[in-house]
């Protein structure tokens, strides 16, 4: 009993740890995909909730009965051989080049947050990433299952604070200029994105685990445990409304009024934030490369960690900026086709 209580929570901690990226912690997501649309936002969040519990569940079911080894053969399940190879190799520049993003954000907080070298954080970072993934899954299980409870409360001190806040209910009323068509597709949007991302540790995740009440159970916590921070969020920023919008991480302003030891969990968050999301990356970047070139995993990991070091010295705006759009397209034909793909009950 206790065993799959403990598997259950670890498929939540690592579903909402790998959703939950730096774009989440900061605010920024949230913001674009649901506040902006004011009172709208609230009604798509519950719709996304729902597509997070559904897709998510179905993804992992599919993953442990197709008993993928990366998201390649899950690609493969959806796409067909050809095409899935095609998207497979798109998702490995994809995801290389937002691993490169989110180690030159953990470098970024080193330098502005705790005085330390832009290199020296982008080193230190890479040294926590190369020992810990060597653990392989068990690492991402265990850096989830610390990092997540902390977000949560952090994100209960939040709303704590908001209801306190005079229009805490602005959520509630708050008008928006923008088409109520951009408003409804914003969910599918948010979740073929993200969901198409995490596939890289949630299909590895799903394969693993033998039993569909664990990955059920699992998925429903962990979605709606991302509904509830989307959620939580969104009353906090929509508080703040329309001058939040002027802060690159809006979230940061709003917990910098709390005072400033929990600015400091804030950081800490939003570094591990970034920190999980670079763990799961690579993890998956590692399996997609160990299956075609059969080099040693720990040789790959540092393979791609040193390709992310010499892309974060660039700094990756213009190749996001091209990828970004186009990826979100074809992660909207994921997301189709994931939703048209049957699970055999069995």
């Not at 800490?268 to 998956?284: H, K, P, Q, S, V």
């Amino acid at each position: 009993m206790w065993k799959r209580t403990g598997k259950v929570l670890q498929i939540a901690s690592t579903y909402m740890g790998t959703i939950v990226g730096a774009g989440f912690a900061t605010g920024q997501e949230i913001l674009q995909f649901f506040t902006r649309f004011g009172y709208w936002g609230t009604v798509t969040i519950a719709l996304t909730t729902i597509l997070f519990i559904w897709l998510g569940t179905k993804m992992m079911l599919i993953a442990s009965e197709i008993r993928a080894k990366s998201y390649e053969d899950l690609n493969k399940a959806l796409f067909g051989d050809r095409y899935g190879r095609l998207i497979s190799h798109f998702m490995l520049v994809v995801l290389l080049g937002v691993t490169a993003v989110m180690l030159a954000g953990a470098g970024t907080i080193f330098y502005e947050h705790w005085n330390i070298s832009y290199q020296s954080g982008l080193l230190i970072t890479m040294a926590g990433c190369y020992f810990l993934l060597r653990k392989g899954m068990n690492a991402i299980l265990t850096v989830n299952a610390i990092v997540v409870p902390v977000m949560l409360l952090f994100t209960i001190l939040i709303i704590i604070d908001t209801f306190r806040t005079p229009g805490a209910d602005k959520f509630i009323t708050l008008s928006s200029d923008h088409s109520i068509w951009a408003a409804w597709a914003s969910p599918f949007l948010y979740t073929a994105f993200n969901l198409s991302m995490s596939q890289a540790v949630l299909v590895p995740l799903g394969a693993e685990i033998r039993d569909r009440k664990v990955i059920i159970a699992g998925s429903w916590v962990g979605g709606i445990g991302i509904g509830f921070m989307l959620l939580a969020g969104h009353i906090a920023l929509s508080v703040h409304m329309p001058g939040i919008q002027q802060f690159a991480i809006p979230m940061g302003g709003i917990a910098r009024q709390l005072g400033p030891s929990v600015q400091f969990i804030y950081v800490f968050i939003i570094f591990a934030e970034i920190f999980t999301t670079l763990i799961a990356d690579i993890y998956g970047l590692t399996l997609q490369l160990h299956e075609r070139l059969k080099w040693a995993r720990s040789l790959i990991v540092l393979l791609i960690l040193a390709i992310c070091y010499v892309a974060s010295q660039i700094g990756f705006g213009p190749l996001l900026s091209t990828l970004y759009p186009i990826f979100g397209l074809i992660s909207f034909g994921w997301l189709i086709l994931i939703i048209r793909k049957r699970v055999t009950h069995s």
